[in-house]
Nanobody, 128 residues
Framework: QVRLVESGGGLVQAGGSLRLSCEASERSFESAAMGWFRQVPGKERDFVAAIAWGRGSLYYADSVKGRFTVSGNNAKNMVFLRMNNLTAEDTGLYYC?????WGVGPVVPGGPFSFGSWGQGTQVTVSS
């Protein structure tokens, strides 16, 4: 079973930046995409960004385009999320995820993928 560990969350003022990191213990299959989602209490888990290793393609939610950048280290099974110009609406628990439908937890669509393996999440709080 894939294990995902996030880091880098914290408290930041509006307009500030944060960089999240995630390391996966393994790849469920060679080209499995990795991505980021966020969730606030009482709401669904929302797609933020994803990277597809095979094609090197990047995908973003409309709400973060131009402010967030997803990147990764294929050899180390790591994915990063650079978040700039943060607003209070970016506050939430940010989850790292890996493509596949056989993990423990919900299967949530993001871009052209279905993500089913999840980390524990890292909290991002943006103060206005």
């Amino acid at each position: 079973q894939v294990r995902l560990v996030e880091s880098g969350g914290g408290l930041v003022q509006a307009g500030g930046s944060l960089r999240l990191s995630c390391e996966a213990s393994e790849r469920s299959f060679e080209s499995a995409a990795m991505g980021w989602f966020r969730q606030v209490p009482g709401k669904e888990r929302d797609f933020v960004a994803a990277i597809a290793w095979g094609r090197g393609s990047l995908y973003y939610a409309d709400s973060v385009k131009g402010r967030f950048t997803v990147s990764g280290n294929n050899a180390k099974n790591m994915v990063f999320l650079r978040m700039n110009n943060l607003t209070a609406e970016d506050t939430g628990l940010y989850y790292c995820a890996q493509e596949g439908t056989w993990g423990v937890g919900p299967v949530v669509p993001g871009g052209p993928f279905s993500f089913g393996s999840w980390g524990q999440g890292t909290q991002v709080t943006v103060s206005s």
